[in-house]
């Protein structure tokens, strides 16, 4: 086995623009179920909203990547408000139901062939990246030589989405220790309690549904960036739960827990896939062929991950970073 | 003792019914197969394959019955009129055109198969020369051209209404039966089961192994190897069933963890084994070896085929044996006892935990029998529980989140709005419309149309 | 014993006992007016499927006094409470506060208006600690705006108000050392008390206590009853559901009795529980007849009828 390039690859992975992306959607999340106990099912609706916003406005209309993100914030607080409204008076599980009924909606909608001329269908859009290339200040690879190594691209949507996350975290952070994170977190733990002492319940869930979509929204955006593409399939159902999955290894309600999922999650990941791709390639793979080809050692990873989701929840279910007392998930 | 011994013969006894039941209705589905006389029309067996082909026969409706019509060109055009296909119907009228490419690239898309009026045999009137298919299963696509005297070229809104109302029914039914376990596992327990779509897709896929086991059973010189199937997906569903609860749910619930973390762990639980599934069953659209191609029955002017007749007729008796079973056993009591209240139905000497045991048994064999028949109508992958998932948590949150007649009345209006509703816009977006309408509902009422409002305090 | 404890808040002026003395003269029958309600109700009806929970035609409660709301089991004792602090809407009747309507206002703004309720089964914030729990209860926190909340010198001072309030007050309730656990370790009694002391935090008018006595140890409950009699020497005016028929006579001043979602009978104390509707409301209009074995049946099969009706409004 190479594991030079176990370690390489992951190693790119697990900093590089994809883990970004998880990242930027874990912290909505946080916001959301972490902070306030949210169910939101449909953060990749969120994310596919504001992503093709921002290209639309541009093959389209021809408008600034500016404005497009512009664009695509002012419908991301339209769809949270538009999914907030139903929901936000009902138990938890039915947002929950609500919100990846209403992301599905959404990416059926988008990549219908009834629009494809403008929204390009199962293909998606391209051709709205330039602006953003023109303004990269790196013009060859970087990273550590013989360690890691990123495209000038990919440093750049990096850089940017890093600086991105930071400014996520710090607006949480300053979010969190104020009364304003005090009433969210009370609503976690009782509502009704909260109601009782005279706050508006209904408007701080509307709050957070919009603050957590917002984070949901530069996910959707970085996304668009490091493909210099947008389809259907970056926001299909699982994104969300993948999400979920990165939140919950770093450990819901703490401020950098989604950093520290995203990081470790897509190391993981990483490592599963390379280390099973290896192991089947060639001619005479480590596994034979009769027990895993190729194809089914690219599920692996998948397997694993579902499998990792179930005994993180059972065993360790305040992810690693955080506290068993003040644990966000539990019985309710 | 006593009493729960008796409470277990009950629970023994009524699943022996419904599977004799089964297995009576499942012979009427054998009663009707699809055998061709060489001069008559035939049908065309669904390709196994990745992609999509459009298969068609031409038949002269004058004669009954109706005779293949050989010899005629038949076309494929996309929507830009450039032609993708084309083929020459065969001795008995059958045609095959492969549409180039996977399958991928053809969903969502709409083709128009054309006839060479001028290939007809002499005196031979089209009733309609060309006819438009929406892509949106990677299934393999069924036209049918009939010959004869020219009938109405467009049939009305009416017809098609019926028509659509057929599918609808089969939908409604294997809907309801899956939602009717989301449903009563939601209720005794109060777990949102997101890997239920996987219970389904369990389903398909036994029938399926059973299906491909060497050899054909055989009652009588009628093969019912795929009658096996299905009661075989119905039985081993209901073992997976109790591997879930016995395994997974039941130790989760000793250890008290919540009902949020037991959400999330379903939704690892079905990722887990949707790609278990697709490791050993493969990403291809599988269908089983009988009942690919029945020849329907012309009512009027709908098309009814034996197994759609039958799949509605089972399903309604699966329902009604269900429901009857909650309404009116021991156990059926004792499992809305639960519903409502399991600390008082604890209370009162019921054992919760049996009674959530056979809940997981006889709610995952009715998802596995879903998904079996589902199999049997539509063909499956490795994806079918986990697409249809949403329609039968539509179905369930619509009727009223843990009712019984809820799941069901819940399911008949997704099923058949569904399809109907393909009548007014794009079938492309049927799905969107039936989960518009669950968000609609849920905003005029929100405990679902037979639920109750809750009490707070 | 409370006489020396701080009086914080609002204390609009009421003369405990003047208040007292006034209800002297009232004579003690269901629905009765008072001299000076804070709180009045009128025809408030709630069903349940077939069940009518709470069915009251008028009831006025007295500004300064600790008025007791007491009945057996499915009164609609909680089911008033539920709708008079909007936390459920009745099918019928109108309600007012201090002579403003409280109709369709929801749970918060009636919180809002100085009528605060705790619940029969304690809501603390289990995951908060204690002194959180209490700097939540405040009202008015400029921090609590979504912008503010950014901008730490906006709020610092008054939640720094807020802490020392909070801080004298758990000092008051026996919870300062307390402080800084997680409110979720406390015991039953200890969260009653926390409870009692959050809904303090916002200086209400009128405290409802829904059983504050439910499930606390015998050496808390003095100390708790102080409590309750603390509220009212300070200027607020307290209605509890209470089962400990010690404790209602011991503190409250005016006891209303429910039976079946009537109110059946109010007075002082002494004088309700000497009168024999109360003794049937509690102990069923059988009481005192052997029960037949006819009768008996006849009970037995209308419960019965009573419980699948209940089990067909629930498919």
Partial sequence: MDFNELLTGSLQQALGPTAVVYCLAAIGLNIHFGYTGLLNFGQAGFMMVAGYAMVTMSTIWGQSLWLGVLVGVILTVILALMLGVPTLRLRADYLAIVTIAAAEIIRQVISAAKFSDDLGGQDGLTGFIKPFRKMNPFDEPVGIDGVVMWSPNDFWVMTVGWLLVVAACLITWLLMRSPWGRVLKSIREDEDAVRSLGKNVYAYKMQSLIIGGLFGALAGFVVALRSATVGPSFFATDV????????????????????????????????????????????????????????????MRLIFMGLGLMLLMIYRPQGIFGDRRELAIDGR | MAIALRRGATATTALVLLGAVLAALLTVMAGSPAHAAETRCALVKPTDDDTISILGRICDRREKPPVAVPGVRVTVEDEAG?????????????????????????????????????????????????????????NDQTVIFPIGDAGPAKPSKFTEALQLMVGGLVFSVLLAMAALGLSMIFGTTGLTNFAHGELITFGALVAFFIDRLPGRIEVGGTEITVIVGVLGAFLVGGVFGWLNDTALWRPLRRRGTGLVAMMIVSIGLSLFLRNIYQYFAGAQTRNYSQYGAVEPWEIGDILLTPKELTVILLGVAVLVLTTSLLQFTRLGKATRAVADNPGLASATGINVERVIGTVWIGGAALAALAGALLGVTQGFDFQLGFRILLLVFAATVLGGLGTIWGAIVGAFVIGLFTELSTLFVDPEFKFVGALLLLIVILLIRPQGLLGKAQRIG | MDAEQEVTGRTPGVDVEASRRALAGIEPTPGVAKPDPILVADSVTRTFGGLTAVDVAHLEVQRGVITALIGPNGAGKTTLFNLLTGFDRPDTGTWSFNGTSLGRKPAYKVARMGMVRTFQLTKVLSKLTVIENMRVGATAQRGESLLAAMVAPLWRSQEKANTDRADNLLERFLLAEKREDFAGSLSGGQRKLLEMARSLMTDPELVMLDEPMAGVNPALKQSLLGHVKSLRDEGRTVLFVEHDMDMVRDISDWVVVMAQGKVVAEGPPDTVMADPAVVDAYLGAHHDAELTFEEEEKILAEAEAEIQKEAQGHE
């Fill in chain 2, 82 to 138: 450039e032609e993708l296909g084309e083929a020459t119907s065969s001795e008995d009228g059958t045609f095959v055109i492969d549409l180039p490419g996977t399958s991928i690239e053809h969903l969502g898309k709409s083709y128009t198969v054309v006839l060479d009026e001028s290939t007809l045999p002499e005196g031979t009137k089209p009733e309609i020369t060309s006819r438009t298919i929406d892509i949106n299963l990677d």
């Fill in chain 1, 240 to 299: 969300t739960f993948f999400a979920y999955t990165v939140l919950l290894i770093g450990g819901a309600a703490r401020v950098l827990g989604p950093v520290a999922g995203a990081v470790i999650f897509w190391f993981l990941i990483t490592v599963l896939d390379i280390a099973f791709g290896q192991m089947t390639a060639g001619a005479d793979p480590i596994i034979p062929a009769s027990i895993m080809d190729s194809t089914q050692a690219s599920l």
